[in-house]
């Protein structure tokens, strides 16, 4: 490459995505920003496939570790730091590798995206509107004035729900009409690599790393996470795999069926990524299952 541009490594969970992170961040002397959402909260490691400190290999790494589990990620506030952290990278003369598939994050990152206003007294009727029907009716309704905001959104997701309904009585318009467009140029020139994959392969690997992350100690990482703060209604206590654990812990789930539901909530996410990141004409797709570093690297010259 002539420039110091960042890259983008996107694509649904269990791809391959860290790996190759770390690849380019060796071969371009790079560091690596954390777009992964979950990944932001401290102590929510095995249930995310953190890194470890010896497995980032001295890679520097951004935007882990920088929230407890009784904050709430923030969208915004993620868009501030990491930008931040980028444009430092670029600074210092070595090449940004932003790694994630948590979409609006990515979004966030790699388009100049200028926030749509809140209004609290609008909010809180969404919030008491919630409480008194639920999140899935609340979901529901959100699919009904806006089908595509309901695909993107997690239909746990009591928080994002909310706010898409929010906007979009605010603007009038689809929660998606406030974003920017994807085939907008992306921020610094990032070129953006996605790792594509077929079900067929990645299920068998979702199903195995959801049984290892639970062989490894998933619920005693939950355990004592708990005791830090995390509850069920949160954005943490959300996550797939955690929320599970923690249905368990109570006796609303049995273990199996905490792993089954970790496992098929993973499934039905990834749907959704492949969903969002398919739309994006901007991405240059490699094929998960071959040698991606050294597709990316011939692609990146």
């Known amino acids: 490459m002539n420039a110091i541009t960042p890259i983008a490594v996107v694509g649904p969970t269990a791809s ?15 560091e690596v920003v954390n777009v992964d959402s979950m990944q932001l909260y401290r102590g929510m490691d095995i249930g995310t496939a953190k890194l470890s400190v010896d497995e980032r290999e001295g890679i520097p790494h951004h935007q882990l570790d920088v929230l407890d589990v009784t904050e709430t990620a ?41 926030f ?34 309901a695909r993107v959104i997690e239909d746990k997701d009591p928080r994002r ?27 610094w020139g990032t070129r953006i690599l996605g790792l594509r994959t077929a079900p067929d392969w990645l299920n068998p690997r979702i199903e195995l790393r959801t049984r290892q992350m639970f062989d490894r100690g998933l619920v005693g990482e939950v355990e004592a996470l708990v005791a830090r703060g995390l509850v069920a209604d949160s954005t943490a206590g959300r996550a797939i795999g955690y929320a599970q654990v923690l249905a368990a812990m109570t006796g609303e789930l049995t273990w199996d069926e905490a792993v089954e539901r970790t496992i098929t909530g993973t499934r039905r996410y990834v749907r959704r990524q492949r969903s969002w990141f398919n739309r994006d004409p901007r991405i240059t797709w490699l094929d998960a299952t071959a040698d991606t570093r050294a597709r990316a690297l011939e692609l990146l010259g």
């Open 116 to 149: 749509p206003p809140t209004d609290p007294q609008v909010r809180a009727r969404y919030e008491a509107r919630l409480a008194d029907i639920g999140v899935d009716a609340l979901h529901d309704e959100l699919a009904e004035v806006d089908p595509e905001a």
């Open 161 to 187: 729900t909310v706010r898409a309904l929010e906007v979009i009585e605010l603007t009038g318009e689809p929660f998606r009409a406030s974003q920017p467009p994807k085939n907008a140029p992306p921020r």
């Open 74 to 114: 923030s969208v915004a506030r993620y868009q501030a730091d990491a930008v931040a952290d980028v444009e430092d990278i670029l600074a210092r003369g070595k090449v940004p590798i932003l790694v994630g598939g948590s979409m609006l994050y990515v979004q966030s990152l790699v388009d100049d995206w200028r």
């Open 16 to 30: 391959g995505k860290s790996a190759l992170g770390l690849a380019l961040a060796h071969e371009l002397d790079g």
